[in-house]
């Protein structure tokens, strides 16, 4: 074949050299593999000397192909294909071998792990012959951009985009903006008040010229690609019309009909059939609740519609579809709270003065529904003892293994907020604390000054059932002391329970709809957990806030902005260029069976009905390669995984094999 | 040449490493002390080492100080540590039986829990009764109960009865009631008499693996000999043992706990209830059948078949159920618990009873009815409160 293949072996540190004889290996590899120029060793072959020895040996020995054996293709197949194309070669006549994550990583016996990375960059140099030079696809990118969910996240990332010029279509689920620090009343550190500090930036975001707010309602179809997605929204019928609504609130205080608020009040208060959430809403516009409309359920009513000084109510108004381009996207969807229901030992939902982390902000907040007085949930008895119990659904197996990230900061907020309101007594029974964070500790210690119990240890139980005199009508806590080494019962008149913060129940099947992936647990894959947080997996999506992993307001609202950064960076670009690892059909080969029409996940493949063939539009094909397993007629080739490339690596991985190199027995060990 | 070194592990090394072996032993090393276990083990506070504390000793390297110390022999293996413990570990089937094993390896073994061992060792049943007087509580009642042997090979179910239901006398009454619900539902079952032995599921729960493995042989042998469909048991603690464990011995044999076999025939058994037995009812649910094997709501369907039962739940029921103090031994350390308590679960449990505003406090459990009407006995409020069965109180609901 007559090529020139350089072969480098990184030590990464001592992260492969640790377990695989590097220097071994290459020296193995230059003597023994065909078509090696040159073989060579280095500590860290992504740093700048590394690509410049890459670089040299091109331009030198006049290398033809280029192997690299170290991480991931994930974390570098871009940094060496970068060298090779400075030093003149075609970028993809490069291949790269994993022998970090597939070989040092997961292999303790260093025989077996050097055998193992000698026939992994087997098969890349005998796969790496035939590669052939490919040039990249170039995609304009829409400067539009679709944000989901209005959560200070999506806020955030909306204004920063808008203010740089390009359009955002802001999709949020609920009739209003503002997400939960809309429900809180006072955040932590500085203890300023939510609504204060989140208004302004509502009230921006539904009055900019570059952004189009679709509150009430949801993305049911995504299609395209980078640069150019297709989203379909369903804008759920308000039955209200919002050009003639003025907000005055007249059908809201007409409306017969009281419903207890789950969603903003978390249960604590009521609002009508008709309603906007809060009074700062953004949009002003009320929707009419039909499951809970007289109307709707019994025919008569129409109070709101008698009332309303411009005729906005329509009870006919149907859920409306649009269709928006845009070229990226960011989710911003936020979290929910655990049920704490789901820990009986608690009593939640049986115990009355058992109130969640969320129920506690609306009893505090002046806007809520006791005007911001704690009392007990007879309305009237401000609590004398009041406990508040950590890590309810966090760090727990059973639950989420996760630290809520925001428990411990928002317990002891909660705890400043009884004393100063009630004076009560206040206990936090605390796993660990965890403050990290410019101020968060001194928070923390002005809160043990203000005279808080902090009690270590997991409450093992909330109970109404007394055992000792003093407990009866109270509820009990009973818990372990950690630190004095005894058990307590704490009789209060108040529990206040920190639930965790978790993925949305719906987090998988709303990142299936813009192809990207959830943990095992629900919250959304970033591309590289610490050196690209809000990118994803599939380009043009980006992820921002608690969606992502619990966080606070701070960390949620940078992330909002660094993704409004990524795609502002990509916007400007106007182009991006696209891998061109695509699949192509052969006209003369396709029999025209149509099997793969309908396989493609990308809908990439057209029938071309005069010519009876299919063929594969270049711009949509990720090159995931389904249609090239499945087509009967072998017509299709998916470049750089062709059928050559993948059985001459195959062969090279086998090589050792059988001819007596390798640890036989050793081999046989490996369990499968 | 380097000198090879010998290392001596030390107890508390040797101790630590047993605990963690898989599926699910090594989480130990995940243990956050966090204390939940120890806060809601009912007598976490008479323990020197609860469990948390006891794997903190060991991470100190002070375990011996936990094996001078008699307290953990205050565990009832009641599963409430397992069932909260947020880093999953098997607490009362690992840490704690397999402490109370080596005390039993030392001899530090209260002389009443050895009494019932080694009752259990020399007669196949706890209460040191003679094996030949196993079947003898069928003796003259209505009910018949065929008995495995010469002339019966098969039926359709095995009951297996169980030491209490057996030869304890308040038991007894369960026993029958039961072979009344089968007779009634025409259901072709047998007992295996004097072949039968005492499951050995608490004695492993008091630290006697040896002797429970030795009790599940006698039994396996016995079931080997008939044939029949499953096994079916008043005994939650056989259920657990027969469900769970045998099967890790290579005894595997299908079970089921007596309130899963009736609530699948509840069609059959609804019309058969025709007397209202009033009053508020409120259901214990035992450790063994609720948090150990998640059967919470079979019970219950079967207590409100009955006409005119009202079911009321206690504060602690379902998952938190509080434990009648019976289990993992306590059934044979009264004496000894009494001394370090002075007070007595049943007790607290007869107390919720009461202020559930029930009237009949009902079980499913042999180790039950009689360690609640004792509580009923010293708790001055509870005089009146009724101690049932819920097979007992089918058959009231049945009697014409
Ligand atoms: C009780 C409590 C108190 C807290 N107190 C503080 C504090 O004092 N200080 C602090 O820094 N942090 C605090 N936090 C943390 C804070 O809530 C979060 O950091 C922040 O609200 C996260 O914002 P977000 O936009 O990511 O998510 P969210 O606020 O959850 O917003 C997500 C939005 O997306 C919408 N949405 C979801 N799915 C879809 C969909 N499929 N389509 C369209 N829209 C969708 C939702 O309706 C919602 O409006 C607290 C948390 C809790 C639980
Ligand atoms: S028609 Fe419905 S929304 Fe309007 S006032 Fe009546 S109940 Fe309220
Ligand atoms: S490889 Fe085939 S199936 Fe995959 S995206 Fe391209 S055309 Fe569609
Ligand atoms: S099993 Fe029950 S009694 Fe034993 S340690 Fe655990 S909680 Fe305590
Ligand atoms: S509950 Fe589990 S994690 Fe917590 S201290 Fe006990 S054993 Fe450790």
Redesign the interface.
């Known amino acids: 074949m007559g090529e020139k293949i350089g072969v480098y072996v990184c030590h990464c540190g001592s992260n492969i050299a640790g377990v695989v004889d590097v220097a071994g290996v290459a020296k193995w590899a230059e003597e023994n593999l065909p078509n090696v120029r040159v073989a060579r060793d280095y500590k860290f072959m992504c740093s700048s000397l590394g690509q410049e020895m890459i670089e040299k040996d091109i331009k030198d020995l006049g290398l033809t192909r280029v192997v690299v054996a170290a991480c991931s293709p994930h974390l570098h197949e871009a940094t060496f294909r970068n060298a090779c194309k400075r030093a003149g070669l075609n970028p993809y006549l490069f291949e790269m071998v994993s022998i970090r994550e597939q070989v040092s990583w997961v292999t303790k016996d260093k025989a077996i792990a050097t055998e193992k990375a000698k026939a992994l960059i087997a098969g890349g140099v005998k796969r790496v012959v035939y590669h052939q030079p490919l040039e990249p696809l170039f995609v304009d990118i829409n400067p539009n951009v679709l944000v989901v969910g209005g959560g200070i996240a999506g806020i955030q990332a909306a204004l920063e985009i808008a203010d740089q010029g390009s359009h955002v279509y802001l999709v949020e689920r609920e009739p209003s903006i503002g997400g939960h620090m809309a429900q809180f009343d006072k955040t932590f550190p500085t203890l300023d008040c939510a609504a204060c500090i989140l208004t302004p930036k509502m009230f921006t975001a539904g009055n900019h010229p570059n952004i189009t707010l679709l509150t009430w309602s949801e993305v049911e179809k995504v299609d395209g690609f980078i640069g150019n997605f297709t989203v379909q929204i369903r804008q759920k019928a308000r039955k209200v019309t919002a050009e003639k609504c003025t907000g005055c609130g007249v059908c809201e205080e007409k409306c017969p009909k009281k419903v207890i608020d789950t969603v903003f009040e978390a249960g604590m208060g009521t609002r009508k059939a008709i309603y906007t959430p809060f009074p700062q809403a953004v949009p002003k516009y009320p929707v009419i609740d039909v499951e809970n409309c007289i109307y709707y359920q019994r025919g008569t009513c129409k109070a709101c519609e008698k009332f309303c000084p411009t005729g906005a109510i329509d009870f006919d108004q149907k859920d409306e579809m649009m269709t928006v381009q845009v070229g990226n996207v960011i989710l911003a969807t936020g979290y929910e709270l655990f049920d704490a229901r789901r820990i009986?030992?608690y009593g939640y939902g049986r115990l009355a003065n058992v109130v969640t982390n969320l129920e506690f902000e609306r009893l505090s907040n002046t806007a809520g529904p006791t005007n911001g007085k704690i009392v007990l949930r007879d309305g009237v008895t401000a609590p004398q003892t009041v406990g508040i119990i950590h890590?309810v659904g966090s760090?727990?197996?059973?639950y989420n293994v996760d630290c809520s990230a925001i428990c411990c900061m928002q317990s002891l907020k909660f705890a400043h907020l009884v004393k100063e309101k009630t004076g009560a007594k206040v206990y936090n029974f605390y796993?660990d604390i965890r403050t990290p964070g410019k101020t968060y500790d001194e928070f923390y210690r002005r809160i043990l000054d203000e005279g808080v119990h902090f009690v270590?240890?997991?409450?093992?139980?909330v109970?109404?059932?007394p055992?000792f005199p003093g407990e009866e009508g109270k509820l009990i806590i009973?818990?372990?002391?950690?630190l004095a080494?005894?058990?307590l019962r704490v009789p209060v008149d108040m529990v206040v329970l920190s639930a965790a913060m978790q993925p949305r129940v719906d987090s998988k099947q709303v990142g299936q709809k813009f192809g990207i992936s959830c943990s095992a647990n629900g919250w959304f894959i970033e591309r590289h957990p610490k050196l690209d947080p809000v990118a994803t997996m599939t380009e043009g999506i980006f992820i921002a806030g608690v969606c992502q992993g619990p966080k606070d307001i701070p960390a949620t609202v940078s992330q909002g902005a660094a993704a409004a950064a990524r795609v502002l960076g990509l916007i400007g670009r106007k182009q991006v260029t696209l891998e061109p690892v695509r699949a192509s059909i052969n006209a003369d080969q396709c029999s025209g069976c149509r099997i793969c029409n309908n396989l493609c996940p990308f809908n990439a493949i057209t029938f071309i009905e005069d010519r009876a063939v299919s063929d594969i539009n270049p711009a949509l094909c990720q090159g995931c390669g389904t249609c090239v397993s499945a087509c009967p007629a072998g017509a299709i080739t998916g470049s750089h995984f062709t059928n050559q490339q993948i059985m001459a690596q195959i062969e090279g991985v086998l090589l050792n094999f059988g001819n007596g190199h390798e640890p036989a027995e050793k081999l046989e060990q490996v369990p499968a | 040449m380097t000198i090879p070194t010998i290392t001596n592990p030390s107890f508390n090394e040797t101790f630590y490493a047993s605990l963690q072996t898989p599926p699910t032993g090594e989480r130990v090393r995940t243990c956050?002390?966090?204390?939940?276990?120890?806060?809601?083990?009912p007598f976490?506070?008479v323990m020197d080492f609860?469990p948390?504390?006891m794997i903190a000793a060991l991470r100190s390297e002070i375990f011996d100080r936990v094996m001078k110390s008699d307290t953990v022999w205050m565990c009832v293996a009641c599963y409430a540590c397992t069932e909260?413990c947020?880093?999953?570990i098997p607490l009362t089937e690992k840490l704690m039986a397999r402490a109370k094993e080596e005390l039993i390896l030392s001899g530090a073994v209260p002389a009443e829990l050895q009494l019932a061992l080694e009752n259990s060792q020399r007669y196949g049943n706890v209460l040191g009764q003679s094996p030949r007087k196993r079947a003898d509580w069928t003796k003259g009642i209505q009910a018949t109960v065929p008995v495995f042997g010469k002339e019966k090979k098969s039926a359709e179910v095995l009951w297996y009865v169980g030491d209490y239901a057996s030869y304890h006398p308040r038991v007894q009454t369960t026993s029958r009631a039961f072979a009344q619900v089968l007779n009634a539902l025409g259901v072709d079952f047998a007992i295996l008499g004097s072949d039968e032995s005492g499951d050995g599921d608490s004695q492993r729960l008091a630290g006697e693996r040896g002797l429970f493995e030795v009790l599940a042989a006698k039994n396996a042998q016995a079931f080997r000999k008939y044939k029949f469909g499953e096994i079916i048991t008043t005994d939650p603690h056989a259920f657990n043992a027969i469900k769970n464990v045998y099967p890790t011995l290579g005894i595997s044999f299908p079970v089921r706990h007596y309130t899963q076999f009736l609530a699948e025939r509840l069609e059959q058994l609804k019309p058969l209830l025709k007397q209202p037995v009033n009053g508020k009812i409120t259901f214990h649910d035992p450790c063994y059948l609720g948090r150990a094997n998640n059967i919470y709501d079979e019970p219950r369907a079967l207590l409100q078949a009955i006409p005119g039962a009202e079911l009321v739940e206690?504060?602690?029921s379902?998952?938190?159920s509080l434990c009648c103090g019976g289990g993992g031994g306590g059934m044979w350390l009264e004496g000894f618990q009494w001394e370090k308590a002075h007070t007595r679960t049943s007790e607290?449990r007869v107390?919720?009873a009461i202020?559930s505003g029930a009237t009949t406090l009902a079980v499913a459990c042999p180790y039950e009815p009689p360690r609640f009407e004792d509580a009923v006995k010293t708790v001055r409020e509870a005089s009146g409160m009724e101690v049932r069965d819920v097979i007992e109180l089918l058959v009231e609901s049945m009697e014409q």
Request: charged content about 25%.
């Open positions: 009986p030992q890590c760090r727990d197996i059973k796993i270590r240890g997991k409450v093992a139980e109970t109404d059932a055992r009973q818990v372990e002391d950690t080494g005894r058990q | 956050l002390q966090c204390g939940m276990c120890s806060g809601v083990c976490g506070y609860p948390g504390r909260v947020p880093s999953g206690m504060s602690h379902g998952k938190t607290w107390r919720e202020a």
